[in-house]
């Protein structure tokens, strides 16, 4: 099926799977393949998929089907963010189970963009892919995952209201113990949180510290899992002429106190972020360096500028213009207090800060998209294996890509294109080393702080074991081994 929300994705990552999987520990691992081989000079990629494979359906799966989903990636119609990672990668079959995947140049974090799930060339071949996201195909999935398809529920008015799906019998993997999951859909976080206090439901993911202190501990367990994840703000000298100055946009990053930061808005549940990378060697290796909190430096910096500052209290000047900036983020109940801490934390080193609060619904299209910010808060996940060159190298600057700074810089094009194609894990730290050395010179961007994906589930499911996620529909890794604990009644 075609996920474009974090609902779509739970049920796609139930009812299908992917070439390789993340194994819930932070590790890409063999799916539906068996076993894989890399050529010498790292461009192709020699796969054999397990014997005996079958759709949920019962049709055998074989390389078409997944040839036919990796270019269905490459159709400019479907605009998928996986587009990129399959966009110069031509596809050979060698029989029904071994094809060869070829790349115009190396590409390290390859496997990881193997994890997504396959399509069925039987049902989706005859379908344009304009009309792919509204089939009734795309509501009823076939796919090879542990569970498949059984029925769903709808409001008078249309609205999805429940999937109901029951295990797979063509899976590969072990039969699940849960004899059916359920998947509710709530309007809002609010009702969904009443849902699992009342035993509608066992579990609901993403939930904040007030969603933790409101549910009772002796009846749920709390998962914090890692994901791959940071908020940041992200400039836009475009819009905003102060913002062309690396001095001033470096004094924003010292003026903001992150750990004060995380406890007056975030309840102290997050890490200051020291860059793009939050967790593991990544984040030890190119912690050292990073900017921190220093209001003398913000004054020193705002001063080498030439902008002046009639008392502690105004706003810094220049040639009779006011320091000023539009910061904008969604209506998140997390965003919006950042955003408020944030503007108290500017207006007190001296900039005149203008708060936008836009709908999230309306971000991509009506914001990220047109770039239509000056300085956007938001959240980006770079992935288990994490490849930076969407969301930093020049190219990407416009729409598609993730270059939300418009950031450009010569060597980091170099390090980033070049640290995509190393398979040697010391040599692709040492340059994201470098680059974190030039991101904290530059500024382009203030990050902020990192946060564990929170999960509450009922303490009756046993079997959970997942601790490290690449996105939130991970969670459900080795979700046919989970349990409901039952007792032994005799007879």
Not at 168 to 176: D, G, I, M
Not at 309 to 331: F, V
């Amino acid at each position: 099926m075609l996920a474009a929300t974090d609902p779509d994705f739970d049920l796609a990552r139930l009812t299908t799977k992917g070439l390789f999987a993340n194994d819930g520990r932070g590790n890409v691992v063999p799916d539906l393949v068996e076993k894989w081989e890399l050529s010498p000079d790292q461009k192709t990629y020699r796969l054999s998929l397990r014997p005996n494979l079958h759709w949920s359906d019962g049709v055998p799966l074989t390389t078409a089907d997944v040839i036919f989903t990796f270019q269905s990636l490459q159709d400019k119609t479907l605009a998928s963010p996986w587009a990129a990672s399959f966009r110069d990668v031509t596809f050979k079959s060698q029989d029904e189970r071994t094809l060869n995947l070829n790349l115009r140049e190396p590409y390290a974090p390859f496997l990881g963009a193997l994890t997504i799930g396959l399509i069925p060339e039987h049902i989706w071949r005859n379908l344009p892919p304009n009309r792919w996201l509204l089939a009734e195909t795309n509501l009823k999935p076939v796919g090879t995952g542990p569970f498949r398809f059984k029925s769903l529920t709808t409001t008078n008015n249309g609205q999805l209201k429940s999937y109901t799906l029951e295990p797979n019998p063509y899976t590969h993997t072990n039969q699940p113990y849960l004899e059916r999951i359920i998947l509710r859909f709530y309007s809002d976080r609010t009702t969904a949180l009443e849902a699992l206090r009342q035993g509608a439901v066992d579990g609901l993911g993403g939930v904040g510290s007030a969603d933790k202190e409101a549910a009772s501990p002796k009846k749920f367990s709390v998962h914090e899992l890692t994901l791959p994840h940071y908020t940041a703000i992200f400039y836009n000298p475009e819009k905003n002429p102060w913002l062309q100055e690396k001095a001033i946009r470096q004094g924003l990053s010292y003026a903001i106190n992150r750990p004060e930061l995380v406890r007056q808005a975030l309840n102290g549940e997050a890490q200051p972020a020291t860059g793009p990378f939050t967790f593991g060697e990544l984040r030890a290796r190119t912690a050292a360096g990073a900017i921190t909190f220093d209001p003398t430096k913000t004054t020193q910096l705002f001063t080498s500028a030439g902008l002046t500052r009639q008392s502690n209290q105004g706003p810094y000047l220049k040639d009779g213009r006011t320091l000023e900036l539009t910061l904008t983020t969604t209506d998140a109940d997390e965003l919006t207090a950042v955003a408020e801490t944030i503007k108290q934390q500017w207006e007190s080193a001296g900039v005149k800060v203008n708060l936008e609060i836009v709908p999230v619904a309306k971000l991509q299209s009506g914001v990220i998209t047109p770039r239509r910010y000056q300085a956007l808060l938001t959240s980006e996940i770079v992935g288990l294996d994490p490849d930076l060159y969407p969301f930093w190298h020049s190219s990407q600057a416009a729409a598609p890509g993730l270059n939300l700074s418009q950031f450009k810089n010569p060597e980091a094009d170099r390090l980033l294109a070049e640290a995509r194609q190393d398979q040697n894990w010391q040599n692709r730290l040492a340059k994201y080393t470098r680059l974190q050395e030039i991101l904290a010179a530059e500024s382009p961007t203030t990050f902020l702080y990192s946060t564990t994906y929170a999960y509450l589930m009922d303490r009756g499911i046993n079997g959970f074991v997942t601790t490290v996620i690449g996105q939130p529909s991970d969670r459900w890794a080795g979700v046919e081994q989970w349990y409901r604990q039952t007792e032994r009644q005799w007879k």
